[in-house]
């Protein structure tokens, strides 16, 4: 077996950026909680791998916990799309061309026709700035994207001869799309997911940089772009560093995505944007 | 066609040079908060006064840059020996921008419409001794008090005591009409209001053609937009950090000064876990101040000990009262028997005194076993729930009125200090004209606020201004809250 050049490289990257986030759990290499002055805006040393914020909090701990954040509410928003799109989408498929179809779908369709930044905004605004709220904010507009791919691909699979063979041995519509279209489309949700959890990163930190998202002082590389973006003149690993992080997590998770699609079925390419 | 083309070469040329050779006349301030109306005797919002005060408005007396009072729309005054009656004697021909004539008619109707019961104004209690404003002729205004009140003209200065022209006090709050050397031109809402000079004014005449005021609420923005010149000055620069930058540029200057701004860690004194005074006490010996200042505004204020700014004469420093000592903080806890479990909301404000500020708080808390909800706030929130609502019990905000130590009065205000004692002190002071008495009521005062703990007191905000290093004229210190414009000129 051959594996993609995109497969190894995501591959890597996710590893990376999950061991890290787990390590965190147990150990930092210094406390971000305790706030130190004295010793605020270092610059990178031996000590300090990526240097010192405005409060004198180590860096590249606050990112390192910044990623249980990220991982957090990136993987609960995922699942809520998956948990809720994906029944939603066979749901469809398997009642094509009917009013609850048009219902499911429609009803997709005005999700997306909002900006969901704006969304996000309104939810935090109505129930306040946390992570739970982000994570609703997130997982709803997971749902649709969801639900499209999985209408898609299962409508597709539908119109194939084995899922006649079931029906005429008596299958009904419930146990047809569990057991043969659901495990035939399984591949692509995989897919979908990988990207769909690097856009979630993306969405939380772009929520916390506008102050949405978890609050102060529990970190997270949002907030962390933009507390340090006045300082970027004159202290760029302030935001140089966290940054990046969010730049490699989101590539390491899209390659890994899109190796998994190439590594799956190659001739599944097109069928998937 | 083929003269077009250098036609217009030479015109776009004179176009982009044509700026360079005018003579600069107008000025750009940049603001971080936008007011909400342009009526200072209707609303509380210092960005009301910061840009109208002395620009737009004036009053009978009126702050000069040094913190001093000096004659304004009454040119003199004379006080009974008892101390009860003013008269004083107002400019002549001095005219509303609409048109309309001033004289002591229009005195009379702005002060009673100030300390009217159903009035909207900020600071009723500075025309509370007020028993009646009489006209004795059309120049000339007998005010009669029914206490004398030795700061009774220092009141009159505040920005919350103009003089509006009855006419157009019902839109004072959209299009303002005022005395001042500035007319009001446009308000672009959200973006700026542009000022432009009154040839009729009566006073010294200003050098500027056109002013504007820019809201810029955004730190980041407020760095870009003086760096690319799109404002010439931001008096309030809400981005400390990057003044280190600023005073290295020969083109700007760094102006630090003081202003009035008691920045404190406000306390929700009815709040069930901190009506304890001991642990109000332990709040206040587990801030380090130094941190805070260091920390939130990169070295910029002075530590404060009471509700008192530094620079005025009576002030004591009452700083080791509170000093940092988290030891005696924990034991003061668990004396008040909250030692552990003691969860605070803090709810900050967006200015980043207050948002950096309350984080660095929430650690120093922590350290002796208070934890804190943080809470960030747009100011539209914060007033409603804080200031408002009474609904917290931590939150950060600077008081940038100056002398307001009365505030502590009133035990409805939103940290619902309600003590006896410092009401009798405020009443003693009203009544007394003597300053050397005076000064000590004030200090008690001082003292009876620190010894209860009502806040934690943090720093005087420092004044960060910035601006072009050719713009001169501007305040350096804050006596009230004001941009004044009426000295402000280029140099060549």
């Known amino acids: ?273 | 066609m083929k003269i077009l083309k250098p036609l217009l070469t030479i015109l776009l040329t004179v176009m982009w040079l044509s700026p360079l050779y005018a003579e600069k006349n107008s000025v750009v301030i940049g603001m971080q908060l936008e007011p909400p109306n342009l009526d200072p005797t209707g609303g509380a919002a210092a960005a009301i006064d910061e840009v109208v005060y002395s620009n737009i408005y004036e009053g009978l007396t009126r702050f000069r840059a040094d913190g001093s009072v000096t004659p304004g729309l009454a040119k003199s005054w004379t006080i009974s020996n008892d101390g009860l009656v003013y008269t004083f004697k107002l400019q002549e021909n001095v005219k509303f921008h609409n048109g309309n004539n001033f004289d002591a008619f229009d005195v009379q109707f702005s002060i009673n419409r100030a300390r009217d019961e159903n009035s909207t104004n900020a600071q009723k209690g500075l025309f509370k001794g007020i028993r009646s404003v009489d006209v004795v002729n059309s120049s000339v205004v007998k005010i009669t008090l029914s206490n004398p009140n030795g700061g009774f003209i220092r009141n009159l200065a505040w920005g919350d005591a103009i003089i509006l022209d009855p006419d157009t006090a019902d839109s004072a709050a959209s299009e303002p009409n005022g005395t001042g050397p500035f007319k009001f031109s446009k308000w672009i809402k959200g973006d700026r209001v542009e000022l432009v000079k009154n040839n009729d004014y009566w006073g010294e005449a200003i050098a500027l053609e056109k002013a504007s005021f820019k809201f810029i609420s955004d730190p980041t923005a407020a760095f870009a937009a003086l760096m690319a010149g799109d404002v010439d000055a931001f008096p309030v620069y809400p981005a400390p950090e990057t003044l280190a930058q600023f005073e290295a540029d020969p083109n700007f200057n760094v102006i630090v000064g003081s202003t009035e701004g008691e920045t404190i860690l406000s306390t929700n004194n009815k709040s069930e876990k901190l009506k304890d005074v001991r642990v109000r006490k332990a709040i206040a010996h587990a801030i380090n101040r130094q941190a805070i200042v260091d920390g939130a505004m990169f070295g910029f204020g002075t530590p404060i000990g009471t509700h008192f700014a530094p620079h005025h004469p009576d002030y004591i420093d009452l700083t080791a009262q509170s000093n940092y000592d988290p030891e005696k903080s924990k034991s003061l806890l668990s004396e008040a028997g909250v030692s552990d479990g003691l969860t605070l909301s803090l709810k900050l404000p967006p200015p980043s005194y207050a948002r950096r500020g309350g984080e660095i708080i929430a650690s120093q808390l922590r350290e002796v076993g208070i934890e804190t909800k943080i809470e960030n706030l747009e100011w539209a929130q914060w007033l409603e729930q804080v200031f408002k609502g009474k609904d917290y019990d931590l939150t950060i905000v600077s008081h940038t009125e100056p002398m307001d130590i009365g505030i502590y009065g009133n035990p409805s205000y939103y940290f619902q200090y309600d003590s006896q004692e410092f009401r009798n002190l405020m009443n003693a002071l009203n009544l007394e004209t003597n300053d050397q008495e005076r000064s000590k009521i004030l200090k008690n005062a001082q003292k009876l606020i620190a010894d209860d703990y009502v806040n934690g007191y943090l720093f005087q905000l420092a004044k960060t201004g910035v601006a072009n290093s050719k713009l001169i004229g501007l305040w350096k210190n804050s006596p009230t809250q004001a941009n004044d414009l009426t000295g402000v000129s280029w140099s060549n």
């Open chain 1, 1 to 273: 077996m051959k594996f993609p050049i995109s497969f190894i490289l995501g591959f890597f990257l996710s590893l990376i950026f999950l061991v890290i986030t787990i390590i965190s759990f147990f150990w930092v290499p210094h406390d971000v909680e305790t706030l130190n002055i004295a010793n605020r805006l270092k610059e990178p040393s031996f000590e300090n791998l990526l240097g010192t914020d405005h409060f004198g909090r180590d860096i590249f701990s606050m990112i390192m916990i910044g990623g249980q954040t990220s991982l957090s509410v990136a993987l609960i928003a995922v699942s809520l799309g998956l948990i809720l799109g994906v029944p939603l989408g066979l749901i469809s498929a398997s009642l094509r061309g009917s009013l609850i179809d048009d219902i499911i779908m429609r009803g997709n369709d005005l999700i997306f026709a909002f900006p969901s930044l704006v969304i996000a905004i309104l939810i935090t605004a109505v129930f306040g700035p946390s992570a739970l709220n982000a994570i609703i904010a997130i997982g709803i507009f997971n749902i649709p994207v969801f639900a499209r791919v999985t209408r898609g691909a299962a409508i597709s699979i539908w119109t194939l001869d084995f899922i006649s063979s079931a029906r005429i041995a008596g299958k009904g519509s419930f146990r047809i799309s569990l057991e043969h279209i659901l495990p035939n489309i399984l591949n692509l949700l995989i897919v979908q997911g990988s990207i769909q959890f690097s856009l979630g990163i993306l969405a939380e930190a772009g929520l916390s940089y506008v102050g949405l998202g978890v609050q102060p002082p529990a970190p997270s590389w949002g907030r962390m772009l933009a507390d340090s973006q006045t300082m970027i003149s004159f202290a760029p690993n302030l935001a140089l560093f966290p940054g990046i992080t969010i730049i490699l997590a989101v590539l390491g998770l899209n390659l890994l995505g899109d190796g998994t699609r190439d590594l799956i079925d190659p001739r599944l390419q097109d069928k998937i944007k």
